[in-house]
C-alpha cells in the first residue's frame, strides 16, 4: 500500500488505515478473536496506521490493539486519544482536558497497549472549560518525555486548532469526512492545509450507511448506536436513503460496491487526507483495501459532487453536538 505523510513534522502512515472503535463497542456484537484477526489481516495488507482510544469500551479497545500488535511494535503507526472521561462501568464522566488528566491518561493508554511510546496521541474533545493552550501544553510535556512523538486534535473548531498549533505543533486532526459529512470543506480543511496539518477523516463510510446495507433503524442491533443516530431516524433516513442509491448508481457504472467509491472519493480529495474506515471483519478490510486501487476521473468526481453536495444530508452528525467543533 502506498503511503501518505500526515502533517508538516514528517509521520508517514498507510494511506488508509483502520478504524478499531467498533471491534469492541458502539456498533453492536463484537468477537474478540474475529478482531484479532482482521487487524493481523490490516498488517498483512500494508495497512500500518492503526486508531483507538481509551474511551472506546471503555479501555478494553486499547487492550485489544494491545495484544494484536505485540512483537510488530516497530511496523505501528499507532495512534489513541484521550479526553473523553469514562469509568470503568462504562458511565461517562464528561470531557477532561486539564494538565494532570493528560498526563495520567497517557501513562494509563501506554500500560493498556503495552508499548513505551505512542506515535500520535489526540485530544480526543475540546474542554471547553480548560484554556486548549493548557492542555496542548501537558501534551507537549509528553513529546519531551519520550511518551508521545506527535500530537493530533479531533474534533477541533478552526480557531482552536490556530491556538493549540501556537503551542505545539499539531501533527494531525481527526474529524468526521464521507460524502455525507462534508462539513470540513467549508473552513477546516483550508485552515489544517495553511498550518501544515494532515487531516484523518473518520466514518469515510458514513458510519456504514453508504455502504447501502441500511435501509431502517431496525437493521441495527438494540446496542448500536446508529439505532439512535439523527441521521437514521425517520425522514432523515429516508432523504439520505436517495443519497446513497445515487452513489449506488454510481458505483454500479463503476463496478465496484459503493462503500468502495465512497472511501476512494476520500482518498482523491488530497494526498494529505488518510480515511482510517473501521471494521471488525476481514471481508469488509478486504474490501475496503481494494478501494485503493480505484482510480476516479474529473467526470467521476463531478458525479459524485452532484450527487452528493455538501450540506445534502438531513440530520445532525451526533445526537448531541455540543462537544464537536469547539
Known amino acids: 500500500m502506498d503511503t501518505r505523510t500526515l502533517g508538516s513534522q514528517g509521520l508517514q502512515v498507510s494511506a488508509e488505515g ?168 467549508q473552513e477546516i480543511l483550508q485552515t489544517v492545509r495553511e498550518l501544515g496539518i494532515g487531516f484523518v477523516a473518520y466514518s469515510p463510510l458514513g458510519r456504514g450507511f453508504l455502504s447501502g446495507q441500511f435501509k431502517r433503524p431496525d437493521d441495527f442491533a438494540d446496542d448500536d448506536f446508529r439505532r439512535f443516530h439523527p441521521r437514521f431516524q425517520r425522514d432523515n433516513l429516508a432523504h439520505n436513503l436517495t443519497l446513497v442509491e445515487r452513489v449506488e448508481a454510481i458505483a454500479h457504472d463503476k463496478g465496484v460496491t459503493a462503500s468502495q467509491l465512497a472511501l476512494a472519493w476520500v482518498l482523491h480529495q488530497g494526498p494529505d487526507i488518510v480515511p482510517i474506515p473501521g471494521t471488525k471483519r476481514r471481508s469488509y478490510l478486504e474490501e475496503n483495501v481494494a478501494a485503493t486501487e480505484i482510480e476516479l476521473s474529473d467526470a467521476d468526481l463531478a458525479r459524485l459532487d452532484d450527487a452528493a453536495p455538501l450540506g445534502s444530508a438531513a440530520g445532525d452528525r451526533y445526537e448531541d453536538m455540543s462537544a464537536v467543533d469547539l
Open 18 to 185: 483502520l478504524g478499531c472503535m467498533g471491534m469492541s463497542e458502539f456498533y453492536g456484537t463484537t468477537d474478540e478473536q474475529e478482531a484479532l484477526a482482521t487487524i493481523q489481516r490490516a498488517l498483512e495488507l500494508g495497512i500500518t496506521f492503526l486508531d483507538t482510544a481509551d474511551m472506546y469500551g471503555p479501555f478494553t479497545n486499547e487492550r485489544l490493539v494491545g495484544r494484536a500488535i505485540a512483537g510488530q511494535r516497530d511496523d505501528i503507526v499507532l495512534a489513541t486519544k484521550f479526553g473523553i472521561e469514562r469509568s470503568e462501568d462504562g458511565a461517562r464522566l464528561g470531557i477532561n482536558g486539564t494538565p494532570g488528566y493528560v498526563h495520567s491518561a497517557c501513562d494509563a493508554s501506554l500500560r493498556r497497549l503495552g508499548v513505551d511510546h505512542i506515535d500520535l496521541y489526540y485530544q480526543h474533545r475540546v474542554d471547553p472549560d480548560v484554556p486548549i493552550e493548557e492542555t496542548v501544553g501537558a501534551m507537549a510535556e509528553l513529546v519531551h518525555a519520550g511518551k508521545v512523538r506527535h500530537l493530533g486534535m479531533s474534533e477541533a473548531a478552526p480557531p482552536t486548532i490556530r491556538r493549540a498549533h501556537a503551542v505545539h505543533p499539531i501533527t494531525a486532526l481527526q474529524t468526521e469526512y464521507s460524502l455525507w459529512a462534508r462539513e470540513p470543506e
